[in-house]
């Protein structure tokens, strides 16, 4: 039973939380997929594409608001160490998921080149059929 009554006064302070253990939910999952050499293909200077493919996935399982607030949860200190990035701009989200969405088609056939152990030639002729 409760003895003390809480403060009627609220003071705000500097602490933040945020879910740990998605962001390691997402990295395991992240590397038992294999998406590292499906999407690292995709960018090859400045930030790591997969650090900020998995910071966006995080996020997004998480919080789910717009872009904008995915930069500002993600430049977070807290979640730059975690996430062993550095700070960058919210453009560079934007140019992630264009770079993400210009290639699905041929990360898609990547993925089931290495699901289904094919050849380029069978999976051509399968979808010569459509």
Avoid: C
């Avoid at 390691?24 to 997969?50: E, M, Q, T």
């Avoid at 699905?104 to 459509?130: D, M, T, V, Y």
């Amino acid at each position: 039973m409760q003895t003390k009554l809480r403060t009627y006064e609220i003071v705000p302070n500097e602490n933040i939380s945020f879910p740990i253990g998605t962001i390691s939910a997402v990295d395991r999952l992240y590397n038992i997929l294999n998406f590292s050499d499906i999407i690292g293909k995709h960018k090859r200077n400045g930030i790591d594409i997969n650090k900020l493919v998995k910071a966006l996935v995080s996020y997004k399982l998480s919080e789910n608001f717009s872009i904008k607030k995915a930069h500002e949860w993600i430049n977070r200190d807290e979640v730059l160490e975690i996430l062993d990035l550095e700070s960058f701009s919210e453009r560079t989200l934007y140019r992630v998921l264009e770079a993400i969405g210009d290639n699905r088609l041929n990360q898609k056939k990547l993925i089931e080149f290495k699901k289904f152990n094919l050849s380029s030639f069978a999976l051509n002729r399968a979808f010569q059929g459509f």
